[in-house]
């Protein structure tokens, strides 16, 4: 069974400092990783994955997130957080190389940018 | 259209009526996927349909919900009998498997359809 733990409901952070948000995973097997965002009233976005390859990986919007083999993680960070970036935001994962492609999702974290 | 597209954006419906629920893919993507997402909560994999292949049912919740596909375009998402507890957001996701020669997985979802059940 795979699981994505988002330990985190909400996250507040003032306009122009960094922010992280968190995501672990338990998987057995190699893991496919991402990131969305879902902006009220509106589907869920793509803001970037892991495939293999570089831990860091760069996304849409300056977002960025790191894969963290040994600490199960997927973090989602950003250097210098807007007004804009208020959303809710979903970290999911699935198994390389096995025929289940469906992702499971964390619960979500909300985060809120302070003008 | 560019995006997928789901209709209709809201249903409300009474206790016990069918539902249907509609998914325009992305054209050319051979991967559609149904997620459902109850208030204040993650996504739930609900169904998955790939080419020719037999869909993957194991996140339908009941033998109330079922889907079907055209081939690789339409999808129907219908549930019977509806409950209160299957009021949610309905999500439609598509993808290209094969994407510039390598393997990618990215779904992209559609807006959704708020379903209300009195």
């Known amino acids: 069974a795979q699981s994505v733990a988002q330990p985190e409901d909400q996250v507040n952070v003032a306009e122009g400092n960094p922010l992280t948000v968190k995501c672990t995973y338990s998987?057995?097997?190699?893991?496919?990783l991402f990131w969305y965002v879902q902006y009220p009233n509106r589907g869920l976005q793509f803001l970037l994955k892991?495939?293999?390859?570089?831990?860091l990986v760069k996304g849409s919007y300056g977002f960025e997130a790191e894969f963290n083999k040994s600490q199960t993680s997927f973090h989602l960070k950003k250097p210098s957080a807007l007004v804009s970036d208020s959303a809710l935001y979903f970290c999911?994962?699935?198994?390389?190389?096995?025929?289940?492609?469906?992702?499971?999702f964390g619960s979500g974290t909300r985060l809120q940018v302070q003008p | 259209g560019a995006g997928v597209s789901q209709s209709p954006s809201n249903k409300v419906t009474e206790k016990g009526k069918d539902v249907e629920l509609r998914c325009d893919p992305i054209?050319?993507?051979?991967?559609l996927y149904w997620y459902r997402q109850r208030l204040g909560q993650g996504l739930e994999f609900l169904i998955y349909?790939?080419?020719?292949?037999?869909?993957?049912k194991s996140g339908l919740p009941s033998d109330r919900f079922s889907a079907e596909r055209t081939g690789e375009s339409v999808s129907t998402l219908t549930i019977q009998r509806t409950q209160q507890e299957d009021s949610a957001v309905y999500l439609c996701?598509?993808?290209?498997?094969?994407?510039?020669?390598?393997?990618?997985?990215?779904?992209?979802f559609g807006p959704g359809t708020r379903l209300t059940v009195l």
């Open positions: 996701a598509s993808s290209s498997l094969v994407l510039a020669g390598g393997i990618f997985d990215e779904q992209f």
């Open positions: 998987v057995s097997g190699n893991p496919y």
């Open positions: 892991y495939i293999t390859g570089d831990n």
């Open positions: 999911a994962v699935r198994v390389r190389d096995t025929g289940r492609r469906a992702l499971t």
């Open positions: 054209s050319g993507h051979t991967a």
């Open positions: 349909f790939q080419g020719n292949s037999a869909p993957d």
